[in-house]
């Protein structure tokens, strides 16, 4: 029988992890003070993270050791299998070769606990006992959770309203791990309270959590702020996943004409793409391809430029797409992709034109989900599903034109904690949202002034 998957030993698991700021033809846009607008010092980060991350989001080193101890941890599931989709192929009529990267393994079922155990690793290095942080649809919270546990520290969630209503055992996996969750915006921090003032049912957001898991770490000294995308060191931790892929690929003999990762704050499109970066560069490389809702289109629809992290501009500000960091996303099931900017390093890489982007309604993503689902028996996370859907258009295009071109997708995640998502997909409940564009402007009319001109 024909073996689908490409399988690496734990022996070949990473040493190193891949810093792209080393190959681009600029700098990514230091972060900056959210008072001053100056670049933010080591001192002013160290109030919320620990030094050795510092060290790693500031770095053009182009290869930065994996501690031991991390990576005997992500030894209990990686290297993550890359798979053919040859039932998939074989449904859509396709001579395109078709190859994902199967994230779902690790035991939060997502891509998150790569970065995840590395940064419980560093906070429990520097005698940090506790960590706080938010999560949009739990794969985040789940993750540093699990991570928390494996180090023993303490655990604190500010999960996303909407999600943790709409995904509660979600919820219950964090508390599996021993982490203490509640719903954002909460009662807990000022940040909350103000914002529950204004509007008692506010759903949350992204920036809203961020807010709140900011104050708590910025508030007591045995506790940091973790985060789950975005920065620098955060995107530099998922490139275990690129760096398997290109060996994987390899073995196959295969060379990647289209590497495609969905998009909500950029990290598994970052681990996934950044190692193909400098191919693409060089311009023998793969067209690198992110995927985002209609509903939070930062890179399709948002501005380039200096913006808050968070809803209540605490965290330091950031060079990136933006919708507007008081921008507050409609309830799409998609949780992870509703963050109101993207990655600095992603958002230079589109700015430059060296990463293409895309956005799709949820109906569309989840139909390609199902589509994928009843040809290779896995389902996927609403998340995930914006890649797959863009790895089937492409699909579709070779059949139109005859061409066998190599799609490697990031299958970030499986959806066995979205099932209510697909019954609403199935009974024809869930709406499509398509952002109009006076919200747009009302968010981004409210970037900080202290970041006019940067």
């Keep these: 029988m024909e073996d689908h998957r490409i399988l690496l030993s734990t022996r070949e698991l990473p040493q190193q992890w891949y810093n792209v700021a080393a190959d681009l033809p600029q700098p990514i846009p230091p972060h900056r003070h959210p008072a001053t607008g100056q670049p933010v010092t080591a001192d002013d980060m160290r109030v919320i993270f620990p030094m050795g991350l510092i060290e790693q989001e500031v770095s053009t080193q182009r290869w930065i050791e994996i501690p031991d101890p991390v990576r005997e941890k992500l030894a209990m599931w990686r290297p993550t299998p890359l798979v053919r989709a040859k039932y998939l192929e074989q449904e859509l009529g396709t001579p395109a070769r078709i190859y994902y990267k199967n994230e779902s393994v690790s035991p939060a079922g997502s891509h998150k606990p790569n970065t995840a155990v590395a940064q419980a690793y560093y906070n429990k290095q520097e005698g940090i006992k506790r960590l706080a942080t938010e999560t949009g649809a739990g794969q985040w919270g789940s993750s540093l959770a699990f991570a928390c546990d494996l180090f023993g520290l303490e655990c604190k969630v500010y999960m996303v309203k909407v999600s943790y209503h709409q995904k509660p055992y979600r919820r219950s996996l964090m508390q599996l791990w021993g982490a203490k969750v ?71 003999g295969e060379k990647p004409d289209i590497i495609i990762g969905c998009a909500g704050g950029g990290s598994n499109l970052a681990g996934m793409a950044l190692p193909f970066v400098p191919e693409t560069l060089k311009g023998n490389g793969p067209r690198l391809v992110a995927v985002e809702p209609t509903a939070c289109p930062s890179l399709t629809r948002g501005k380039y430029a200096y913006d808050y992290g968070d809803t209540a501009g605490m965290a330091p500000l950031a060079k990136m797409f933006t919708l507007g960091h008081t921008f507050v996303p409609s309830g799409i099931h998609a949780g992870g992709l509703r963050y109101h900017g993207m990655a600095p390093v992603i958002s230079l890489l589109h700015r430059l034109g060296v990463m293409d982007a895309v956005a799709y309604r949820q109906n569309e993503a989840f139909e390609a989900a199902v589509l994928f689902a009843r040809a290779e028996g896995i389902c996927p996370a609403p998340e995930t599903a914006h890649a797959i859907k863009a790895a089937i258009d492409e699909a579709l295009r070779c059949k139109q034109t005859g061409q066998s071109k190599c799609i490697v997708f990031n299958f970030s995640g499986h959806g066995h904690f979205d099932l209510s998502s697909y019954d609403k997909y199935l009974a024809g409940e ?21 970041a006019a001109g940067l």
């Design 430 to 450: 869930l709406e499509d949202y398509e952002l109009p564009q006076k919200d747009i402007d009302s968010a981004l009319a409210e970037l900080p002034k202290v």
């Design 182 to 252: 509640v719903a954002s915006p909460s009662t807990d921090t000022n940040a909350g309270r103000s914002i529950l003032a204004k509007d008692p049912d506010c759903s949350g957001s992204l920036g809203i959590a961020i807010s709140e898991a900011v104050e708590d770490a910025a508030t007591r000294s045995d506790t940091n702020y973790s985060l789950g995308s975005v920065l620098n060191h955060v995107c530099m931790h998922q490139t275990v996943i690129g760096l398997e892929t290109q060996k994987q690929l390899k073995m196959a």
